[in-house]
Each structure stands twice: as structure tokens, then as C-alpha cells.
């Protein structure tokens, strides 16, 4: 019993402080009066009305319009002036379609979704998304400063708190377009603390596109192929950079292709450009051969055109040494741009291994020295991986369809492409030609779609085509 009661003694004494426990600090808990937290509501109070006319200018004059025809002419003034005012928007409406919707339509979605979308599930998302700040027992939030609506999309510009990154939420998109119910959400950054956060209210790609007209005139800097995400016309740049595609089979890697090719119709016909294509599978470009300068469809001549390219280029160099330093295509030297259609079969699944090295030692000549001499590479693979295709790094520009893993999106845009919203193997397989493109002037990827290009149209540009035509308004 006494040896029980000595551990129950033991147990229940206090444990003493050793001089070895370091000093806690804890924050003071002090009472605020009753007068000052008044104060603070009815600060709150004028100068949210302060400033209401500034935020809401048009609902605010509507209300104060409104009331001042209840007040001086009781209700038939109000009737009369909603009246007049339903005509208005009524002829707005139906004269000035783009306009009414600009100024009125859109502005009233905005304060919708802002109300009843955004600012009303905002804690919540960004508390379970992990991006609510806590210090000293407080949670800061990142305020919403304002929300626009497009044609498309929700654009919110956020205020960042202070210690927090844009990188935070890029790495948390796919769990914001889930908790705001959009198919997608991209982070632009606007300045220091402040980004914003667009969401795409429906898939604007989502329906086919057909092939492109052709242009009267070809900018090579600027070749319209396909259209991007906000309904812009998705523009690729050949001269003076490198373009390499990827994507599984059927995921549109001739779609692009071809459209390049087609906006390149004019500066074909008039010799300032010219296509030279390499085409082992002898499916994909064969259909336009006429189209071409020089075509190639196994090993040892798609080598031999390789090299052929590296020659001129290097023989181009010469004559420009000392001279200029950039490229003005002409018909003394036109743009030459060297198509490959599956680069990897020459880089790594021919069997000659001479011929995988003679391949690769001329497509990183090209893609390396080219660009300043008007060479142009356009290659398209299917595995990126860097043992079947380890020059991915010469391609300034690059497009990424539908691939099979998540780890492929960094090896085709980027590190990081895919935490800024560069989902590329969530590309629904009935969307042939839907991309993720990383330019070179820019780390963000853009959503686009290119034209579909049919065998019907491929036919109509090779027939129609005649070297040296000085134009091709006839193809359709």
C-alpha cells in the first residue's frame, strides 16, 4: 500500500522546470472595447458607401435614378422611367448588338458570378486548396479586387498576401477550375502581389475547325493555322525559329502540319519559300508532293536531304559573313523549311545506326545554326522521351498534343508547364488537333486548336499548285 501510494504521490506532483527548457512566448489576449469595435463597423459602413458610386457606377445611378422618381412623381414616374428605360436597352439591344453586349450583357454576368460564384465559395476553395495564410492564430485570405467576364471566360484579379508567390497557385490550378466549377483555370501574373486567375466558362474548342482559308500573302512570322483559346486565330511563327510537335497517333500532329503549310501557299507560288519534307511513314506527306522542293521517304534519302539542307545553309552563312545578319526571305534565297514527320524513326528506330547519327548530327546543325539564315524546322514525334529524341532543347517553340502520361507535358513545354495549367494528357481523345503551345517569348502555355485539314483540300492545293504561280486564290 505505501509503495502505491509513494507512485500515486510521484505521478501527481508537478514536473519543475529544468534550466535546460527555453522561455515561451505567447501573445497577450486583450479585450477590445465595446467603443472601438463600434467605431470600426461604422468606418466599414461609410466607406463602403464612399465608395459604391466608384465600383458600381451604373447600379448605383439606376438606384439613385429610381428613387428620385418614386420621390417626386410617386409611382408612374417610376413605371414611366423604367419604361423608357426598357426601349432603350431594347433598340441598344437590337442596333448595336456587340455594344449592348460589351457595356451592359457582360457587366451584368461579371457582378453575377462574382456575387454568387467567387466571393461566395472563395474561403472555402482557397481554405481546402491549401492556399489560406495563418499567422498568430488568424487565417489571411487573398482578396478578390475584381471580376470581368469576355466572350469566354472569367478573368478575377487577386491581391496576393504578403509573403505568398504566383507560384502558389499555378501549382493549385486543377483544384481551383474544380472548386469554381471550369473546365480549366490559368494564372497570369499582372505585377508584384497581384495575378489573375482565368477561368473558361465552356470549352470554346470543342468543335472542329475547318481548314483555313488561304491568305492572300504569307508572313512567316505569323502564319494563321488554327484558332486559340479565346477565339483569337492561333498565329505560328516558322521564320526564324524551330517548331517541334508532339503528340500520340490521331492526336492532330498532321493538322498542324498541314495548316502550316497551306498559310505558306503564297510565299510557295512566289518562290520566297520553299517546304522540303521528310516522310517516312509515306502517309502523312505524300498526299502533296508536288508541294514540295525536295521529299524523302526513307532512311538514307531523308539523311541525304539533311545534309543537302546543312550544306546550303552553311553555304548561305558564308555569303552573309560580314554582310547581314539577318534573313530577308527572296527568290535568291528563300525560306527553306524542313518538315519531319515522325523525327524519331531517324533519330532512333532506323536499324543503320550511321544513319541515326548522320540524322542527328545534321538536325542539330539545322536547328542550332539555321535560324538567322532562313532554315526552318518543323518536326513532329511521338515519344518524347529524351533517348528517342534528345534535341528537344533546339526547338525554341513548341506544341504538345494529346500525350499519354503527365510527365511528358515537362518534356515537350517545359518544367513547370503543367503546373501552369499545360494539361496536355488530359486532352479528351475526341478533340484531334487541341494543343498546349509554349512560344518562345513566353513560359505560360495557351490552349489551341488547329484547322483539320482534309485529303480533299491536300489534293485541291497540290493540283492547283504550279511552281512559280503568283498566286493561289483558286485553291479552296
Not at 261 to 272: E, H, K, N, Q
Not at 348 to 354: I, T
Request: aromatic content about 10%; hydrophobic content about 45%.
Amino acid at each position: 500500500m505505501m509503495a502505491q501510494s509513494k507512485v500515486g504521490s510521484a505521478q501527481s506532483s508537478p514536473t519543475l522546470p529544468t534550466p535546460a527548457h527555453g522561455v515561451r512566448w505567447t501573445t497577450p489576449i486583450v479585450e477590445t472595447p465595446g467603443i472601438v469595435v463600434l467605431g470600426s463597423w461604422i468606418w466599414r459602413l461609410v466607406r463602403f458607401l464612399v465608395t459604391l458610386p466608384f465600383r458600381f457606377p451604373i447600379m448605383v445611378a439606376c438606384l439613385a435614378s429610381s428613387a428620385g422618381a418614386w420621390w417626386w412623381f410617386d409611382w408612374p414616374g417610376l413605371a414611366t422611367l423604367w419604361g423608357l428605360a426598357a426601349v432603350v436597352s431594347l433598340v441598344w439591344w437590337r442596333a448595336w448588338p456587340d455594344s449592348y453586349r460589351t457595356w451592359v450583357a457582360l457587366r451584368l454576368l461579371a457582378w453575377w458570378r462574382h456575387v454568387f460564384v467567387y466571393r461566395r465559395h472563395w474561403q472555402p476553395v482557397l481554405v481546402i486548396s491549401g492556399l489560406a495564410q495563418s499567422y498568430q492564430e488568424r487565417r489571411y485570405l487573398p482578396r478578390i479586387r475584381r471580376v470581368t467576364c469576355s466572350e469566354w471566360a472569367d478573368r478575377v484579379r487577386v491581391t496576393l498576401v504578403a509573403g505568398t508567390s504566383p507560384t502558389d497557385f499555378e501549382t493549385r490550378v486543377a483544384e481551383l477550375a474544380h472548386g469554381f466549377q471550369a473546365p480549366s483555370c490559368r494564372v497570369v501574373v499582372d505585377g508584384p502581389r497581384r495575378i489573375t486567375l482565368e477561368f473558361p466558362r465552356h470549352d470554346t474548342l470543342a468543335e472542329p475547325l475547318d481548314a483555313l482559308d488561304v491568305p492572300d500573302t504569307a508572313d512567316l512570322t505569323a502564319l494563321p493555322i488554327g484558332h486559340r483559346e479565346d477565339g483569337s486565330p492561333w498565329l505560328l511563327r516558322l521564320h526564324g525559329t524551330h517548331v517541334l510537335a508532339a503528340g500520340v497517333t490521331g492526336a492532330g500532329k498532321g493538322s498542324v502540319i498541314w495548316s502550316a503549310v497551306r498559310a505558306m501557299l503564297p510565299a510557295i507560288a512566289d518562290r520566297t519559300a520553299q517546304v522540303w519534307a521528310l516522310d517516312p511513314k509515306r502517309m502523312e506527306l505524300s498526299y502533296g508532293r508536288s508541294l514540295f522542293s525536295q521529299y524523302a521517304d526513307d532512311g538514307e534519302s531523308a539523311v541525304a536531304v539533311l545534309e543537302l539542307a546543312v550544306s546550303d545553309m552553311q553555304e548561305r552563312a558564308r555569303r552573309y559573313a560580314g554582310k547581314q545578319r539577318s534573313h530577308v526571305p527572296s527568290r535568291k534565297d528563300p525560306f527553306v523549311l524542313v518538315v519531319i514527320d515522325e523525327v524519331a524513326f531517324l533519330t532512333a528506330y532506323h536499324p543503320d545506326r550511321d544513319v541515326r547519327r548522320r540524322a542527328e548530327n545534321a538536325i542539330a546543325t539545322l536547328t542550332s545554326q539555321g535560324r538567322s539564315v532562313g532554315f526552318g524546322v518543323l518536326a513532329a514525334l511521338q515519344d518524347p522521351r529524351k533517348e528517342v529524341m534528345n534535341l528537344r532543347n533546339l526547338f525554341p517553340d513548341k506544341v504538345a498534343l494529346r500525350l499519354d502520361e503527365a510527365s511528358q507535358v515537362d518534356m515537350i513545354l517545359g518544367e513547370g508547364a503543367r503546373d501552369r495549367g499545360g494539361n496536355a494528357h488530359l486532352i479528351d481523345p475526341s478533340l484531334p488537333g487541341v494543343a498546349y503551345v509554349r512560344m518562345e517569348t513566353s513560359p505560360a502555355p495557351v490552349r489551341v486548336r488547329a484547322a483539320y485539314v482534309s485529303d480533299d483540300d491536300i489534293t485541291a492545293m497540290a493540283n492547283t499548285y504550279e511552281p512559280g504561280a503568283s498566286s493561289v486564290e483558286e485553291v479552296p
